[in-house]
């Protein structure tokens, strides 16, 4: 059952959700591979006793859609295209679709192979308007598909403005249009909302949102049963439903940066994983965890990437005994003589700080000048420090040459 809840804290800030629809997913990346696709009836499925699970915009023409029979379709469009497929080749491209939308934020909701939210509520360098028409136009320069996109300021604005003008949609919402935006709509788009409970409004004449917004609660409720609170809500254009981040694991400290053009500038590279270790072990401190293993990512310009990692001989919250293998796995790593969009930096293999014991074993590649103690409290002093002054109170080589050296900017081909 949906849960949509809550009525929000008109006092918080404004949420900025968007929501990509890929259009005729199949379909369209059959086209994309196949230029000579374009512009023709084509459907993705099985032969002629299957179903069909995709069906371009030229096909739909024609009345064919999902879920009909191939031998229908077929005799619907005798000239139409028919498409086995591979859902290896449909995950790639679903892959690199997200990615685009990773290069803006790691606050993502996958919610199938094909469509997905992100929350850009705290994304102030680009507007969240730009994003959602940036977003678009690179899925459709880079992979040749088509995507509808919204923006509102919920999960339910965000998805209906994406779904409501496809093919290649772009709408946005903005605050406190919610309820302007949907009324006229019908009641068929509010999720939950299927074909018997609109069957069930009828009677009363109610067969668009705003009549169903305007419905006294008590009437509601008879016609609605326990949903008809969530479902007044909803109606007003009001959903608290929080977008639900996919992290690739739970147990674990990860961090990426998209550079703002390719790089093969190593020192700078490997500059931009000391502060990501910086950030990641406070963040371990503060938890009271100890990483083992120590994967460095890295992603080329078309999409594809690599990754190595490394496990110490005792795991540790010390960005200092990290440092000294991030060469050896950004070499490693970067394989390909090519300029690199993005580095990532991962933590895991976590454990308790009780779960070992410390012994005076030097770390592949280091020395131990000090002992773990006496360095631990030196980096509790600087994070007590940067608590209180500020993270700029501080900065370690790594981030003077960050400052000091960024990448030129340069318009990105798309």
């Given amino acids: 059952m949906l849960h949509a809840a809550r009525r929000p804290n008109m006092n918080s800030t404004i949420r900025k959700i968007f929501h990509l629809d890929a259009d005729a997913f199949f379909a369209s990346v059959e086209q994309a591979c196949d230029p000579k696709l374009r512009g023709k009836a084509i459907a993705v499925g099985g032969g002629k006793r299957g179903v069909i699970s995709s069906a371009s915009y030229e096909a739909r023409k024609f009345g064919i859609k999902s879920a009909m029979p191939t031998a229908k379709a077929l005799r619907l469009c005798p000239h139409l295209i028919l498409i086995h497929g591979g859902y290896t080749k449909y995950s790639t491209f679903s892959r690199k679709m997200f990615t685009i939308l990773y290069d803006y934020t790691p606050e993502i909701e996958i919610c199938s192979i094909d469509e997905g939210y992100a929350d850009l509520t705290s994304q102030t360098k680009i507007p969240a308007e730009k994003i959602t028409r940036e977003v678009q136009r690179k899925i459709r320069e880079q992979l040749g598909i088509s995507v509808s996109v919204g923006l509102g300021t919920n999960k339910l604005i965000a998805q209906i403005a994406s779904k409501s003008h496809k093919p290649g949609g772009c709408v946005i919402v903005p605050s406190g249009q919610e309820r302007e935006y949907l009324k006229n709509l019908s009641i068929g788009w509010l999720p939950g909302v299927g074909p018997t409970l609109q069957k069930a409004f009828e009677p009363w004449g109610i067969t668009h949102i705003h009549q169903l917004a305007e419905t006294p609660p008590d009437l509601l409720k008879k016609i609605a049963g ?6 007044h809500l909803l109606a007003q254009g009001i959903d608290s439903r929080e977008v639900s981040t996919q992290h690739d694991d739970a147990k674990s400290y ?3 940066e998209t550079f703002e053009e390719d790089s ?4 700078f590279i490997l500059a931009t994983l000391k502060t990501m270790t910086d950030r990641l072990c406070r963040k371990a401190r503060e938890d009271r965890k100890c990483a083992r293993t ?17 496990s110490l001989l005792e795991p540790t919250d010390l960005e200092t005994d990290i440092y000294p293998v991030l060469p050896r796995l950004l070499r490693e790593a970067w394989l390909k003589k090519e300029k690199i969009r993005l580095t990532g930096l991962k933590l895991d293999n976590l454990h308790n700080p009780s779960e070992f014991l410390e012994l005076p074993l030097p770390l592949p590649g280091t020395t131990i000048p000090a002992t773990h103690q006496r360095k631990h409290q030196l980096a509790e002093t600087i994070d007590q420090i940067r608590d209180k002054f500020g993270n700029k109170s501080i900065l370690r080589g790594h981030d003077l040459l960050r400052e000091n050296k960024p990448p030129p900017l340069e318009n990105e081909e798309s």
């Fill in 226 to 231: 326990n949903f008809s609170s969530e479902l």
């Fill in 254 to 256: 990860s961090e990426q």
């Fill in 264 to 267: 093969g500038d190593q020192e």
């Fill in 294 to 310: 120590v994967t460095v990512k890295i992603r080329y310009r078309d999409m594809s990437q690599m990754q190595r990692s490394l």
